[in-house]
């Protein structure tokens, strides 16, 4: 199992999503955090299982898309050989690729 490292700005998002959604109901903030440290281990697992993003861009930095069952988020990450770097928290229909930005950063 390879480790997990969040781009600080997507720490920063994993707080944010979890309040909002603990602002709509008490433990839905929880249950999405569960459900992202499960979809986390799944990468960290097998981090070649998730196809490359879509985005033109993104391909060739090889940065590959696990999207959220349950919550509408994809995981855009990179693999750096015994690390998983997630770039981000995005949320499926807002800011799409802005998160791009974060990945020449990731190579460092």
């Given at each position: 199992?390879?480790?997990?490292?969040?781009?600080p700005?997507?720490?920063?998002?994993?707080?944010?999503?979890?309040?909002?959604?603990?602002?709509?109901?008490?433990?839905?903030?929880?249950?999405?955090?569960?459900?992202?440290q499960?979809?986390?281990?799944?990468?960290?697992?097998?981090p070649?299982?998730?196809?490359?993003?879509?985005?033109?861009?993104?391909?060739?930095?090889?940065?590959h898309?696990?999207?959220?069952?349950?919550?509408p988020?994809?995981?855009?990450?990179?693999?750096?050989?015994?690390?998983?770097?997630?770039?981000?928290?995005?949320?499926?229909?807002?800011?799409?690729?802005?998160?791009?930005?974060?990945?020449?950063?990731?190579?460092?």
């Open positions: 199992m390879l480790q997990i490292e969040l781009h700005e997507a720490a920063q998002e994993v707080g944010i999503i979890v309040d909002w959604y603990e602002e709509r109901r008490a433990g839905l903030g929880a249950e999405f955090f569960a459900d992202l499960g979809h986390l281990r799944a990468i960290a697992s097998s070649h299982t998730w196809p490359l993003w879509p985005d033109a861009r993104a391909k060739p930095l090889g940065i898309r696990f999207v959220m069952v349950r919550f988020y994809g995981l855009p990450y990179m693999v750096f050989n015994e690390r998983v770097f997630i770039l981000a928290i995005a949320h499926a229909r807002q800011r799409p690729s802005y998160w791009l930005r974060r990945a020449p950063r990731a190579a460092h």
